[in-house]
């Protein structure tokens, strides 16, 4: 029955085009992933309990819902990432919404593409966001937390903190800063 409803799923998918050569992200994403470690804390039904975890979640099928990631039978997050990369985004992480992550952007960092402002689309560069943000510095580096939303139909963008934000119309998936 899952192989059935995933085939007539994945029939009906219109699928469409990324807006830039995604396989340079797709080959940085592996390598890192091989390296990255995630340090979560999750309450689920009433227990407490640490992990290491790489970002994802197995989908599961079931009859009231349909399709789903995961994230939304959890109700509580409180991971900690280690350092990440400047060009790390949270597309991995799309409709988990609700669920945050630190991470620890080194200093000396380099610019990477952004897109939205507030509410950044989940392609975005989230060390690069947060400066745009004006939460850490290029020199400095630092931490923030950020938390997984849905797509908004429309990102604007705009320079801030020397950090020019592109404006985007639909996007399926964002990312905001915890202050």
Not at 1 to 6: C, G, N, P, Q, T
Not at 44 to 64: A, I, K, T
Not at 82 to 106: N, P, Y
Request: charged share 25%.
């Amino acid at each position: 029955d899952r192989l059935r409803a995933l085939r007539d799923w994945a029939s009906r998918f219109p699928g469409r085009q990324p807006r830039r050569d995604v396989w340079a992200d797709i080959e940085h994403t592996i390598a890192t992933r091989s390296s990255s470690r995630v340090e979560t804390t999750r309450a689920h039904r009433g227990e407490r309990w640490r992990g290491q975890w790489l970002f994802g979640f197995l989908p599961f099928y079931s009859r009231e819902k349909g399709w789903s990631n995961g994230a939304k039978r959890t109700t509580t997050f409180g991971p900690v990432v280690e350092a990440v990369t400047w060009d790390m985004t949270a597309i991995d992480m799309r409709g988990w919404h609700g669920f945050e992550t630190t991470v620890s952007c080194a200093a000396g960092g380099e610019p990477s593409a952004v897109w939205g402002s507030e509410s950044y689309t989940d392609d975005s560069s989230i060390c690069t966001a947060a400066v745009h943000a004006g939460l850490i510095s290029f020199e400095d580096g630092g931490s923030v937390t950020i938390e997984i939303t849905p797509g908004l139909d429309e990102y604007g963008g705009g320079l801030r903190h020397g950090v020019e934000a592109a404006s985007y119309g639909s996007w399926a998936g964002s990312f905001r800063f915890v202050q």
